[in-house]
T-cell receptor, first 115, second 109 residues
Framework: AAGVIQSPRHLIKEKRETATLKCYPIPRHDTVYWYQQGPGQDPQFLISFYEKMQSDKGSIPDRFSAQQFSDYHSELNMSSLELGDSALYFC??????????????FGSGTRLTVV | AQRVTQPEKLLSVFKGAPVELKCNYSYSGSPELFWYVQYSRQRLQLLLRHISRESIKGFTADLNKGETSFHLKKPFAQEEDSAMYYCALHQTGANNLFFGTGTRLTVIP
């Protein structure tokens, strides 16, 4: 069965550069969540989308933006990268959280290293 | 390869009954394991980690390296425990977190 696809798997960028991470949800899943997990830290919720609209916002820096497209894939855009942005970014998709089947399916993550 | 297995997709128990959510893992190194919970319409939350051996909301989990298991237990289930529960394995040194597919717990009043 198709899972949540994230690309790229690994990304190395220099400080002040930009990066774009992509997440392709499971077919029919219309809700996407982004999490950031720094070294030795718990996953931090960044942002979520439902039906192409932002549905919840967490600790996402102003330098970051995200959107969900008509095919429900989502992109996380990160500008003016800092060393502290080095982390594992993973997304999850689900059916709408107010339904009966609101569980996540996680992608395998994108490892971003800022040098 | 690292793998986290939660064999039960759905689990229903009556209020006051004991509950056990199963988690098995495969990992060649020394595992660092977690349980996360997602209540309806809310974000993922850390429930407990095996390193701290804390008991959160009455839940406990013991790492059994011989059986490669990290089952989540609670002696008396409450209605507010109804949620999705995810077992996760942290790959030490590589900062990768692998999630199981989750178990939906429903506590029946």
């Amino acid at each position: 069965a198709a899972g949540v696809i994230q690309s790229p798997r690994h990304l190395i960028k220099e400080k002040r550069e930009t990066a774009t991470l992509k997440c392709y949800p499971i077919p029919r899943h219309d809700t996407v969540y982004w999490y950031q997990q720094g070294p030795g830290q718990d996953p931090q919720f960044l942002i979520s989308f439902y039906e192409k609209m932002q549905s919840d916002k967490g600790s996402i820096p102003d330098r970051f933006s995200a959107q969900q497209f008509s095919d429900y894939h989502s992109e996380l855009n990160m500008s003016s990268l800092e060393l502290g942005d080095s982390a594992l970014y993973f997304c999850a998709s689900s059916l709408p959280s107010w339904g009966d089947n609101y569980g996540y399916t996680f992608g395998s993550g994108t490892r971003l290293t800022v040098v | 390869a690292q793998r986290v297995t939660q064999p039960e997709k759905l689990l229903s128990v009556f209020k006051g009954a004991p509950v056990e959510l199963k988690c098995n893992y495969s990992y060649s190194g020394s595992p660092e394991l977690f349980w996360y919970v997602q209540y309806s319409r809310q974000r993922l939350q850390l429930l407990l980690r095996h390193i701290s051996r804390e008991s959160i909301k009455g839940f406990t989990a013991d790492l059994n390296k011989g059986e490669t298991s990290f089952h989540l237990k609670k002696p008396f289930a409450q209605e507010e425990d109804s949620a999705m529960y995810y077992c996760a394995l942290h790959q030490t040194g590589a900062n990768n977190l692998f999630f199981g597919t989750g178990t939906r717990l429903t506590v029946i009043p």
